[in-house]
């Protein structure tokens, strides 16, 4: 069974940063498209940034341009996601995502709060 498991979410101040990191189990994230999510209270789930199993491309919601880089370990099976002068708008919960061109496997998120 494929398993996804987030971690290193937690509080920061404004202008602060946190590694998310999304470990992949069953499934080598080399080999398929990977991508973080967010939902922040009483909002939508929104696509934060993706990197593609061909060639590593990536993309990014425009609200964190700049300032959010996704990346993978295929050695770790880890997809990270470094996230850097970090606002209260970036106030969420978190998802890891797995496409396997069947089927959307998604981990059960790690909460990040900004706050002064």
Known sequence: QVQLVESGGGLVQPGGSLRL???ASGRSVRFYDMSWYRQAPG?????????????????????????????RDNAKNIVYL????????DTAVYYCKMFTGAYNYWGQGTQVTVSS
């Open 21 to 23: 990191s999304c470990a």
């Open 43 to 71: 909002k939508e789930r929104e696509l934060v940034a993706t990197i593609t199993s061909a060639g590593g491309s990536t993309n990014y919601a425009d609200a964190v341009k700049g300032r959010f880089t996704i990346s």
């Open 82 to 89: 470094q996230m850097n002068s970090l606002n209260p708008e």
